[in-house]
């Protein structure tokens, strides 16, 4: 394994750590009083103009979908940065600094994973029709899979129902925590539900393009993080009552939507857990920062010893959990999602963990001003703490590493008696 940056993500990090601070880092007071002004006007789901602005300077500085890979380049006709997961690692944890910045570039989620699932999976009209406007930015997308009345961190159990009705497809559930329903940018759902109960477990699953227009969607309200709706994205609860798509708009066909799951994850894990890392280097930095120019009991916040421990510990975990994930986006690159899928679910469990632990201590440096809107850091641990569930909860992350892990010395798990091992 070798770690070291290509000269074209070097070249990539400097640009986009310039931008960065002359634009995104300047903004960050802007955007807040902005969406300030749109909720006293009533119009908090509105977009920011600071942020529609900085989008037009990422374009034109060449900062644009940086995440899309190769092969999803080619499948979509469009050019990107063409970078592999292990490339746009760094990029990810530059933008992961700001909550909001990675839509600056168009490299935010949910649109990035829908985006690549569109390309691979889409057919030739799915793709003219929406996968243009979203690598544009001139739309935005929610994926809506996750449902209140059953336990979806085991993905079977998603109850929606699209039926098929002659050359349609007619789509039934109650879905929420939709990231993006509430954006009236949002155009288009990619929507998870079942097409056959009595198909074998794993096949019971399908995924259909909704354009968001459609009769029959009801959104019913946005839905808060620690109090935080994340105006003007947002995370919503829905419905889908009797809404009618062609048949045409299911992707791949019936019984996929597991396969097509597992290919849309695992760059969304990394892109994940790098953004966490970014978040987790600016609460270091800001930590560090606010130690030194504090003076408690006769000696700055940073010569206490509890102080000095917690940073060292925060750059040990941080740096840990970088070299894990892109570990992790090395095995994908080389090998493919199947075989890191260990690594995968190892980040997905440390690098929330981490970053939490890490803004935790960095609030606890700031005093009261730590859990204020005087500070990111709040807000941060918010995002952080979502991420414990998105992806799929630690719990379940963490008892598939376990069962692989006693797969290497028995049959655990696997009733055919054959071991599990990393590749199967």
Partial sequence: ???????????????????????????????????????????????????????????????????????????????????????????????????????????????????????????????????????????????????????????????????????????????????????????????????????????????????????????????????????????????FENVKVPAGNILLGEGRGFEIAQGRLGPGRIHHCMRLIGMAERALELMCRRALSRTAFGKTVAQQTVTQERIAEARCRIDMARLLTLKAAWMMDVAGNKVARTEIAMIKVVAPNMALQVIDWAMQVHGAGGVSEDFPLAYAFAGARTLRYADGPDEVHRNAIAKWELGKYGTYGRESGVPITRGS
């Fill in 1 to 239: 394994m070798d770690f070291a940056y290509s000269a074209k993500t070097q070249d990539l990090q400097a640009r986009l750590q310039r931008f960065m601070d002359d634009h995104v880092y300047p903004a960050e007071k802007t955007c807040a009083e902005q969406l300030q002004a749109n909720t006293e006007a009533g119009r908090r789901w509105t977009p920011l103009p600071v942020i529609e602005d900085l989008k037009k300077k990422a374009r034109v500085a060449g900062l644009w979908n940086l995440f899309l890979p190769v092969d999803t380049a080619e499948a979509s006709g469009y050019e990107g940065a063409g970078l592999t997961n292990q490339e746009y690692a760094p990029l990810a944890e530059i933008m992961g600094r700001v909550t909001w910045a990675s839509e600056v570039f168009n490299c935010s989620a949910p649109d990035t994973g829908n985006m690549e699932t569109i390309a691979r999976y889409g057919s030739e009209a799915i793709k003219d029709r929406w996968l243009k406007p979203l690598l544009d930015g001139e739309i935005r997308s929610a994926f809506a899979m996750t449902e209140p009345e059953v336990a979806s961190s085991d993905a079977t159990n998603i109850a929606t129902r699209i039926e098929r009705q002659g050359e349609h497809y007619v789509i039934n559930g109650h879905k929420w925590w939709i990231s993006g329903a509430s954006d009236p940018r949002c155009k288009v759902f990619i929507t998870m539900g079942k097409t056959d109960p009595e198909a074998p477990k794993h096949s019971q699953q399908s995924m259909i393009i909704v354009p968001a227009d459609t009769p029959g969607i009801r959104i019913v309200r946005p839905l808060s993080v620690f109090g935080y709706d994340d105006a003007p994205h947002g995370h919503a609860e829905m419905y």
